[in-house]
């Protein structure tokens, strides 16, 4: 028996199935490389869905995780402390250039934590009749009951309903079918700029615009999920940025803590203030050790300059890919360093198993979209040492 398999049959005992027995057992990173429990080296391409933004065992993390928890690992919300006002301003200030209005943070622990804080949010600041939400067909927001009542996907909706929240989904992307959902009586819209869970799908030019247009016209409020595109992912700060709207509520989580647990929901303008004391709150929201990573994340993205590495890299392994003749592969879409690879079969997990015998993680998303998502540090030689190898990996899957 190897390291590997002995700890899956103990994951297998002691863990419930929800998860199936994942395929390789991570016993350490360096870098842009991880090391499985039998020593194997691979190079990480997925970075833990896209969260691992500085790859692993960076110094900046490393140093202000250590600090952090040296000085004061945890306050509760019954204290302040500096690292969470600090990140809130920082957050602020990389997203208050564009609109002259309020913008205000609350923390909370992960991506499905913020969107329960952005439905609690609209809930609040709608008035009486307004009950109903919009959101996308096929739409991730995460699996608690709340997030989980906007996520578009029946297959893991559809067992845990009913909901006590009435939601009209609409197809992604699709502006007259969003024109015709949302109207007085609607209190949020939920999209993503990139539908990430959904096989890594862009909007079409021009549709967050229009959601911004429906929800002024209609006062309902633009709730923009940024967990998976935001904090660089797409070679700009927020996915958003490259649209030219704001939203009214901005949720984030994965890449902003690179590892630590942490989640975001930024409200602005009215959305800023809608929350009264007592309306919300988390136990180990805002963290300090979790802030201080985030704040080691946002330093490391601009003093490394990786948000013009995150664009550069990003075309750079989008154009080797598509330069790939192989019958398996059906084209590569999505933006920056967050790409889904279109097979011509349901052979994702094929293509998963065999880029890890070459020592490559990528993600079978769906049946038939690889996701790659490696972290934000990955060099260009590490890119071109996938694409180099991909051929050989779709052929072995074919
Ligand atoms: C991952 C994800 C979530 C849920 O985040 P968790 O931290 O797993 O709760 C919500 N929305 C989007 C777009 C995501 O990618």
Not at 102 to 130: H, I, Q
Not at 189 to 198: D, H, K, L
Not at 296 to 302: G, P, Q, R, S
């Amino acid at each position: 028996m190897s390291a590997t398999t002995d700890l899956q049959a103990r994951f297998d005992a002691a863990l419930m199935p929800n998860y199936g027995t994942p395929p390789v057992a991570v016993a350490r990173g360096e870098g842009c490389r991880v090391y499985d429990a039998d020593g194997k080296s691979y190079l990480d391409l997925i970075a833990g869905i896209a969260v691992s933004a500085l790859g692993h065992g960076h110094p900046a993390l490393v140093s202000a995780v250590a600090d952090q928890t040296a000085a004061v690992a945890h306050t509760s919300n019954l204290f302040l402390h500096e690292r969470e006002v600090e990140l809130a301003e920082r957050l602020v200030a990389l997203l208050g250039g564009t609109r002259d209005e309020d913008v205000r943070v609350f923390f909370a622990n992960s991506g499905t934590e913020a969107n329960e804080a952005a439905l609690k949010l609209a809930k609040r600041a709608a008035d009486a009749g307004r009950t109903r939400i919009v959101a996308t067909e096929n739409g991730f927001h995460g699996r608690t009951l709340g997030a989980l009542s906007v996520t578009g996907k029946a297959a893991i909706r559809d067992p845990f309903g009913p909901y006590g929240t009435d939601v009209v989904f609409v197809p992604h992307g699709d502006a007259d079918a969003l024109r015709k959902a949302v109207d007085e009586t609607c209190a949020a819209v939920f999209v993503e700029p990139v539908q990430g869970e959904a096989g890594v799908v862009p909007a079409p030019e021009g549709y967050l615009a229009e959601v911004r247009r429906v929800c002024d016209a209609t006062g309902a409020a633009f709730v923009l999920d940024e967990i998976q595109s935001g904090i660089g992912r797409t070679g700009h700060w927020f996915g958003h940025q490259a649209h030219g709207v704001t939203p009214d509520v901005l949720t984030l989580a994965k890449g902003l803590g690179g590892g630590l647990p942490i989640g975001a929901c930024v409200g602005f303008g009215r959305y800023a203030t809608a929350f009264s004391k007592g309306d919300h709150g988390s136990t180990f929201g805002g963290n300090p050790v979790a802030c201080a990573a985030a704040l080691a994340v946002l330093d490391t993205i601009e003093n490394e300059d990786l948000l013009a590495s995150a664009a550069e890299l990003g075309t750079l392994l989008e154009h080797a890919i598509a330069s790939i003749d192989h019958p398996l592969l059906d084209g590569v879409r999505g933006a920056g360093l967050w790409r889904g690879l279109r097979l011509s079969t349901p052979a994702s997990a094929a293509v998963q198993s065999a880029a890890a015998a070459h020592g490559f993680l990528v993600n079978a998303l769906t049946p038939d979209v690889v996701r790659i998502a490696p972290p934000l540090t990955i060099s260009r030689e590490e890119i071109l040492e996938f694409t180099a190898a991909l051929p050989a990996i779709l052929e072995e899957a074919r």
